[in-house]
């Protein structure tokens, strides 16, 4: 992994979790992310045709966001998003053939990982970062202590993440944070209710300026 991937993903630091019912609703749903200053997005598996969203979010905004996949469970998935224009893939946890797919589409790799052993594994396979999953069941105290022994080991906690508690990611050691049903509300998404999405977005947003504001001047 080269430094420009690791910096991509600590100049979004919050990067969208959704799982859409559709593919309309998924570009519904970015659009109104977007907007409301989130500018990452994982478009999972448990989405219809993530290959498609991916492709139709790079065609209407290019680099104006960073887009990539998530839920990824099978070698060919990795191949079809990222052929799709995904820059980072995303898995639940940590398998040596699914990792190898991953690595092997150039495209940065996150693998999931709870305890030290998983942590180690996916570190040992390539993994550029670490997603702590799920998160919720440590909290920030959990991440905290991880990066004890793996001070060198990027981690991005996904679950149990709210714009409240995104301070306290942060000062764990987080290098992003992975926001799902918190920031994108599926009962939202599915009244298409696009003003709660953006609201909820600029909330998040909010935070990780002021988390960002908050670190600078300590330093």
Wanted: glycine share 10%.
């Amino acid at each position: 992994m080269t430094e420009h991937d690791l910096s991509a993903v600590r100049r979004h630091g919050v990067i969208a979790v959704l799982r859409a019912p559709s593919v309309a609703t998924a570009l519904d749903t970015t659009e109104a992310l977007l907007r409301g200053g989130i500018t990452a997005i994982e478009v999972t598996y448990s989405t219809p045709d993530p290959a498609a969203v991916i492709a139709e979010i790079v065609r209407r905004h290019g680099d104006e966001v960073y887009v990539g996949a998530g839920t990824i469970r099978r070698p060919e998935q990795a191949a079809e998003v990222a052929d799709a224009g995904a820059a980072f893939l995303v898995s639940p946890g940590t398998d040596a053939e699914l990792a190898a797919a991953m690595k092997a589409t150039g495209a940065m790799v996150m693998l999931g990982g709870m305890t030290p052993s998983e942590v180690m594994l996916a570190s040992k396979l390539g993994a550029d970062l670490v997603k702590v999953f799920p998160s919720s069941l440590g909290g920030p105290g959990y991440l905290g202590a991880l990066r004890g022994p793996f001070p060198d080991i990027a981690f991005m906690p996904t679950g149990g993440v709210t714009a409240e508690n995104l301070d306290a990611w942060f000062a764990a050691g987080a290098t992003a944070v992975g926001a799902g049903g918190d920031l994108v509300s599926s009962h939202a998404m599915a009244a298409g209710d696009w003003e709660t999405i953006e609201a909820t977005a600029r909330r998040f947003a909010r935070a990780l300026h002021a988390t960002r504001a908050t670190a600078d001047a300590a330093r």
